[in-house]
């Protein structure tokens, strides 16, 4: 089957989250079983892209409301992702180097739907003129939500209409609202239509994927039904279209996550030699930040923001500092530039057993995976997480609240056969409970192995889940 993923990230060619990690790796796994994936980004100024080198593929030009827009596809010559890998050059557009963010101002850019449509028109224009066209377009996020939409709608990609579209939902927080306005920079559709891009007054793009798309993917299975319940006003939708809808839990790159190659670590190791290779990784890692290696390591890594539950961290370290326990706690992410001030005033205080690093530090992280004891994941919202999965097949225990995908991929050790940390509800106090029950695994000495050796035993490969979305492609084709 020939399926075209479009998306606005894709690991290591630019990624602001989870999603640059499933994209820059699902679509490798389903080539492996047999597949032909291609990935489609927007070409921004990121140093992964300015390095590579690409062939021009396409040139061409569309338009977008009254304006018209260049545009040129390329495709990187080496295929070393392990699928064709294209870009969309738009220049005055994607030319820059955030993904969402403006890195100077801190804010996102000012024409991020004229950069998103923009983006999708360009796929659209060209993948019309292929003679024989994909059999799947498969969409992710609210980016490229309005694909299923137009592809339906649009007199212009007519002959479209009959591929068959999947919206992905890897975080339904963000929808891509604008104002209904903004509907006029869209190609001619019938107007008869309107309101398939509408949703509580405004244009919202992952509102009309979800009503317009053959297929909605969610993450984990979880996170599908939570969604009926707590969608950010999109709950009606959810439950109105369940018969379209299934979860399919993420996987990881487990040759990219692989602690016996993995060239960002000092210490490399393979799951027989995981308690001295951890003990090594450990003690770098400590020393790069002052702390005691014989203490329990628990890290925080990803972005500071609400829906990762960030805001409970101070609160939470602080109780322990002050506590007879001993415990370091080590940090990475950008994120709240309140929770950043907070975080910086913390390391002095709490020298020695307190180290927070506030950037994006993609070898740091790894280092984190191999060298803590334990990974804490207090998230509000979690659709799947994907660090709970990298912590474990490095042999770290993940300390998770029960959401999402977390449910999906952690069992808690009381089950008889689990091997993590697990609690329910957002509070203080549930959480301090998850630590001192980590603190106490951590002075049993045989427990935390049999515990770590358990963990790193474990498949989160894409495997399982590549299967899934085979079978779900070919539903989609037999549709038709
Ligand atoms: C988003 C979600 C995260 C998920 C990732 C990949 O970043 O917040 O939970 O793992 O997408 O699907």
């Known amino acids: 089957m020939h399926i075209i993923h479009l998306s606005a990230e894709c690991y290591p060619a630019a990624k602001a989250g989870g999603l640059g990690d499933v994209v820059g790796s699902l679509p490798k796994y389903l080539n492996q079983h047999g597949e032909f994936c291609e990935v489609i980004i927007p070409k921004y100024r990121t140093p ?93 996020d609210h980016h490229t939500g309005l694909v299923p939409f137009m592809i339906k709608q649009c007199v212009r990609f007519s002959e479209l209409q009959d591929m068959p579209s999947i919206i992905t939902v890897h975080n339904a927080e963000y929808q891509g609202q604008q104002s209904m306005m903004n509907a006029e920079m869209l190609p001619p559709f019938i107007p008869h239509n309107y309101g398939l891009l509408e949703w509580n007054g405004q244009l919202n793009s992952l509102a009309s994927a979800l009503k ?16 009926g319940e707590s969608s950010s006003g999109l709950e009606p939708l959810f439950n109105q279209e369940t018969a379209k809808s299934r979860g399919i839990i993420n996987g990881i790159d487990t040759e990219v996550w692989d602690p016996s190659t993995d060239p960002l670590l000092e210490h490399n190791y393979t799951i027989r030699g995981i308690k001295t290779g951890k003990k090594k990784n450990k003690a770098v890692l400590c020393e790069q930040f002052g702390l005691n290696p014989e203490l329990p ?116 050790l009381s089950d008889g056969d689990g091997y993590g940390i697990r609690f329910d509800d957002f509070t203080l106090h549930e959480a301090e409970e998850a630590i001192n029950r980590a603190i106490d695994l951590f002075a049993d000495k045989k427990e935390i192995q049999r515990v770590v050796s358990r963990i790193a035993k474990l498949d989160y490969s894409w495997n399982n889940s590549a299967k899934e979305y085979i079978n779900m492609y070919k539903e989609l084709i037999n549709l038709k």
């Open 48 to 140: 992964w892209l300015d390095e590579q080198e690409f062939d021009v593929v396409w040139e061409s030009s569309a338009p977008l409301g009254q304006d018209y827009f260049g545009f040129t596809i390329l495709k990187e010559k080496t295929n070393k992702l392990g699928f064709p890998f294209y870009v969309i050059d738009i220049p005055g557009r994607f030319d820059r180097p955030g993904v969402y963010i403006d890195p100077w101002s801190g804010h996102g850019y000012w024409d991020e739907f004229e950069r998103a449509l923009s983006f999708q028109i360009a796929a659209l224009e060209w993948i019309r003129t292929f003679h024989k066209k994909p059999d799947v377009i498969h969409c992710h």
């Open 212 to 227: 317009c798309a053959w297929q909605i993917t969610t993450v984990s299975q979880s996170y599908m039904q939570e969604l």
């Open 297 to 412: 390591t628990i890290a925080f890594i990803g972005r500071l923001v609400r829906e990762k539950g960030a805001d409970l961290l101070p609160d939470l370290i602080s109780h322990f500092m002050h506590s007879d326990k001993e415990v370091n706690f080590i940090l990475l992410g950008t994120g709240d530039p309140s929770l950043h001030d907070i975080f910086a005033r913390m390391e002095n205080d709490h020298f020695g057993y307190f180290d927070a690093t506030l950037e994006y530090n993609e070898k740091l992280a790894h280092q984190m995976y191999a060298g803590s004891d334990f990974i804490l994941m207090p998230s509000r919202v979690e659709p799947c997480g994907l660090n709970q999965m990298f912590a474990m097949r490095y042999g770290t225990i993940p300390i998770v609240r029960s959401i999402g995908g977390l449910i999906d991929t952690v069992k808690d």
